[in-house]
Every structure is written in C-alpha cells, then in structure tokens.
C-alpha cells in the first residue's frame, strides 16, 4: 500500500459534510447577502484586501467553510483552533509561525478560531498585537452574539459578519448535488431517492445543512440495496435517519396551522392555541419552532400589558430546549396558556415601527449637546454637558428633551387601557409626564 492509498482512504473516511465543503466561492451555499455578486466581502476577497473579521451564525451555515474558502481563494496560510482547548500558548505558536510564513515567504496566515466567544480576557488579549500588526488575518467563527459574548477590544478590530440559516430549497439543492456527485458525494451508490424524502430532510435540518448531510449520509449508507446494486431512499428511511417524522399535513396544512395558532394566541384562546401547538408538533413540526412563535407572540400582542409573559415565554423556550419533548411541552404548554390569558396591547409593535420609520425616513443625529459624551469634549464641550439634568437629583424624573429638535414632539409608545398598560399611565401623570394616549396635548 503505498502513500497514495492512505490519502484515498483518508478521504474516505471523511464525513459527507466535510467531503462536500465548498472550495470556491462559486460552490459556497447560501448567505447571498455575504458573498452575492458585488458584495461587500467578495470584492475583498478577490481583491485579496479582506481584514480580520468574525462570522456569527448559527450551526451548519457555513461559518468554517467561507473561513477556508478565503485562504484557498487568496492562498494564504490557514490555522484552525478551537477556543474551548485552546489556550495562549496555541495562540503563541500559530503567531509565531505566521510571522514566520510573512518575514520568509510574504505568505498570509488565516487563523480561523472556533467558538471565539469562549476566549477569556488573557487569551484575546495575547490576539490583540498579532491582529493590530497584521501577522496574522483573524476569522472569528461564533453562534454568540459577539457583541456581547466577546472582548470589546477583539469586536472593534474586526468587521462583523452575521450568517442567516440556510433555507430549505438551499439545503434541498446541495442534498441532490451530494447525491449525484460521484467524486465527493453518494453518486456511486446509484441511489434513487423520492422527492419527499430529501424535502423532509431539508425542512427537518432546521437551517443546519451540516445536519442535513449527515441524515442523508446516514440513510444511504444504512438502506438496504436493491438486486442490481442500487439504492432507493424512502421517506421512511429519511425520517428514521434525521429521528423526526414526515409532517402529516401538506405544507399549505402547515402554514394554516401555524397562522391559527398565533392567531389563537392573540385571540386570548387557550385551548384553541394549546391544539393548534400539539397538532403541529404531533405532526412533526420542531416543537422548538411554536416555542419561538409563542416568544414573538409574548411581545408583539401583549407587550407591555403584561412585561412578565415574555419572561414566562423565554423561559418555556430555554426549558424546552434543555429539556425536550416531551418533558419540554410542560412549561411550553404552560408558556402558551399564560399568553393566552394576559391582557394584550400591541403598543410596543406599534411604538417599534413608528421609530424605526422615523430612524430611517428623518435621520436626524443632533442628538442635543446636553446628552453628548463630553468626556474628553472641549471646555464649552463640557459646558453643555454641565446643562444635562440627572433625573435622580429630581426624584428619578424631571422634564428634558432627549429626542432631536426634528423629532422633539414625537409619541412612538402610546400605552392602552388594557392590564399593566393602564398602571402604565398613571405613573406618568404621577409624575407629570404625558401618558402618552394623545389627551395631554403631545405631538403626534
């Protein structure tokens, strides 16, 4: 057995999701908005002028495979470390070895690091003068927010990136490339598979296509082949591969429900809301899918009506999916009822889209010299500042205007008469503020 052996049945070895990694930008999969004709991030790469930056999304996007995409494409080193066993020592020798590749060759080093998010303070820091000097071009990969779950100090020196789930015709398109590629994919297993099965596959993956590649792997190489060699790949063997049973209901069934479902939530109808729930999930909609609808529902149709439903609903969410079915249906259904049952206000929706209009229609940015950050301002800078009213010196409130002279007179949130709404405009007459429903003379 020589060399060229071992590399063949390494490469066999390989996961059908790591066998089908795009190499090039033409092959990438999805998030257009990223890497589409003209943007942003495929000029910088063809132009080889792309800066560190971080790519944040959930599982199975894409996130790796753009990482190696770009040091293919631009023909740079690429180092790959993982933040949760790496520590500053790594760090130290793969910067090390860049500025080595750049001092020796002129040969970039791409350091691709997975779950950026879990580098502490010390670690990030030992990045910081690397990514500063240019040694080396940092590619961040994380499903935390990475303004929040990230040292600021990493954020700032890096362009963000945010990936979106793949749809299910894109995941779709990729399982029946995968399926006729003889080199990288199954073409050699002759498989032929029933439409139904492969759409069942992309709508279970939930976005992940890393999760769609691996059920399709999986129900090939465990389908029992037919006389002539070949293999057909049944619904029933897509279900039992991705562990999740077709959808009993066609897909229009599917919307339908769904809609009476949110509509049922608005409409303060538990048991129509709580069926709705369990015919979808019974049916084989992703519980997980209701609990996200139900978060949506505790904000936009009761809102500040009753502020805890989105606690109780977040919580149903985070409790499923620690938890799962059918465990997790308890507090969801518990979750369900409670919205249900609270009063409801679609004030902060409304408030929401009348702002953002605004933000994006008036622009104004004069934000009053008053409530600038005159920290390290001139003296007449601080000057203004001085002029800013802190409203506990007055008891917690006092009349300011905070909002642009455009947009002084402006009522975005105009709280209802409906449950904690109603206590809601008490405590600003209280406090001699308008109660925001139009009757105290404020602009419209």
């Not at 229009?252 to 538990?270: M, N, P, Q, T, V």
């Amino acid at each position: 057995m020589d060399l060229f052996d071992f590399t063949d049945h390494a490469e066999k070895a390989k996961p059908l999701a790591e066998r089908m990694r795009a190499n090039t930008l033409d092959d990438f999969i999805g998030q257009k908005h990223i890497v589409g004709e003209n943007s942003l991030l495929r000029r910088a790469i063809k132009l080889d002028r792309l800066g560190s930056c971080i790519f944040w999304g959930p599982p199975g996007c894409g996130k790796t495979t753009l990482a190696n995409v770009i040091a293919l494409s631009t023909g740079g080193e690429f180092v790959r470390l993982n933040a949760v066993n790496s520590g500053v020592a790594d760090v130290k020798k793969a910067v090390d070895a860049a500025r080595e590749n750049l001092r020796l060759y002129g040969k970039k080093t791409y350091l691709l690091l997975d779950e950026c998010h879990r580098f502490n303070k010390t670690q990030s820091d030992s990045l910081l003068p690397a990514i500063e000097q240019g040694t080396i071009l940092f590619i961040g990969s994380t499903t935390e927010n990475p303004y929040a779950a990230m040292t600021p100090a990493i954020v700032s020196r890096c362009r963000v990136f945010e990936f979106k789930r793949l749809t299910e015709e894109e995941i779709e398109g990729a399982l029946w490339s995968a399926l006729k590629n003889r080199h990288k994919g199954l073409g050699k297993y002759d498989v032929q598979a029933e439409d139904a099965a492969v759409k069942h596959i992309a709508r279970m993956a939930g976005g992940d296509l890393r999760t769609a590649y691996n059920a399709l792997e999986l129900a090939v190489l465990t389908t029992p082949p037919r006389p002539d060699g070949g293999i057909t790949l049944t619904l029933a063997d897509a279900e039992q591969s991705i562990q999740r049973k077709a959808l009993s209901y066609n897909e229009d069934d599917y919307y339908d429900f769904l809609s009476a479902f949110c509509k049922s939530l608005r409409g303060s109808d538990a048991n129509a809301a709580l069926y709705y729930a369990m015919r979808l999930i019974e049916g084989g909609c992703d519980p997980m899918s209701v609990a996200r609808r139900l978060v949506v529902h505790s904000a936009e149709d009761v809102g500040m009506a009753d502020p805890n439903a989105l606690n109780v609903a977040t919580s149903a969410m985070v409790a499923l999916e620690h938890l799962g079915a059918p465990e997790g249906l308890i507090p969801l259904s518990e979750a369900i009822i409670y919205v249900c049952e609270a009063p409801k206000s679609p004030a902060v929706k409304k408030a929401m889209f009348a702002a953002k209009e605004d933000a994006s229609r008036v622009r104004d940015d004069n934000v009053p010299s008053y409530l600038k950050d005159n920290s390290y301002g001139s003296a007449a800078d601080k000057a203004q500042s001085a002029k800013y009213k802190y409203p506990h010196d007055y008891g917690g409130y006092v009349p300011q205007q905070y909002l642009p002279d455009s947009l002084k007179d402006r009522v975005y949130y105009r709280p209802t008469d409906n449950g904690f709404e109603r206590r809601v405009k008490e405590i600003r007459r209280e406090k001699g503020m308008p109660a925001g429903d139009g009757r105290d003379g404020e602009g419209k």
